[in-house]
C-alpha cells in the first residue's frame, strides 16, 4: 500500500500560478491529478507514466497546467499557471499500482489516492 500526500493548494487571483505536489510513501506506477468542485464529480486533469515520458491532459488544462514526477524523490508535481475561477476545486493525487503509461482518466484506474489540497482561483 502506498500513501499519496497533496500539498501545495491555497487561494490565488485569477491569471496567477500554484504548483501542487503530491508525496508517495513508496513507489508508483502511472500518477494523475483529479479535481472535484463542489457539487460536481471527481474530473481527469493529468496523468503521466511512470517513465515521466508520456503526459496526458484534460482539454482545459492544455498549455496552461504541466504535470511531472521525480521519481527519486516519490513526488509528483502539477506546474498551474494562467489559473481561471472555473479550476476552483479539491484537488487529489493518485497512483496506479499495475498500470505503466498513460490514457486512463477515470478515477476507477487508480487505486491509491490522497486526501486532497484545496485551489481556490478567484475572479
Known amino acids: 500500500q502506498v500513501q499519496l500526500v497533496e500539498s501545495g493548494g491555497g487561494l490565488v487571483q485569477a491569471g496567477g500560478s500554484l504548483r501542487l505536489s503530491c508525496a508517495a510513501s513508496?513507489?508508483?506506477?502511472?500518477m494523475a491529478w483529479f479535481r472535484q468542485a463542489p457539487g460536481k464529480e471527481r474530473k481527469f486533469v493529468a496523468a503521466?507514466?511512470?517513465?515521466?515520458?508520456?503526459?496526458d491532459y484534460e482539454d482545459s488544462v492544455k498549455g496552461r497546467f504541466t504535470i511531472s514526477r521525480d521519481n527519486a524523490e516519490n513526488t509528483m508535481y502539477l506546474q498551474m499557471n494562467s489559473l481561471k475561477p472555473e479550476d476552483t476545486a479539491v484537488y487529489y493525487c493518485?497512483?496506479?499500482?499495475?498500470?505503466?503509461?498513460?490514457?486512463?482518466?477515470?478515477?476507477?484506474?487508480?487505486?491509491?489516492w490522497g486526501q486532497g489540497t484545496q485551489v481556490t482561483v478567484s475572479s
Open positions: 513508496g513507489r508508483t506506477y502511472a
Open positions: 493518485a497512483g496506479s499500482p499495475v498500470h505503466r503509461g498513460v490514457g486512463l482518466t477515470t478515477e476507477y484506474d487508480y487505486d491509491y
Open positions: 503521466i507514466s511512470w517513465s515521466g515520458g508520456s503526459t
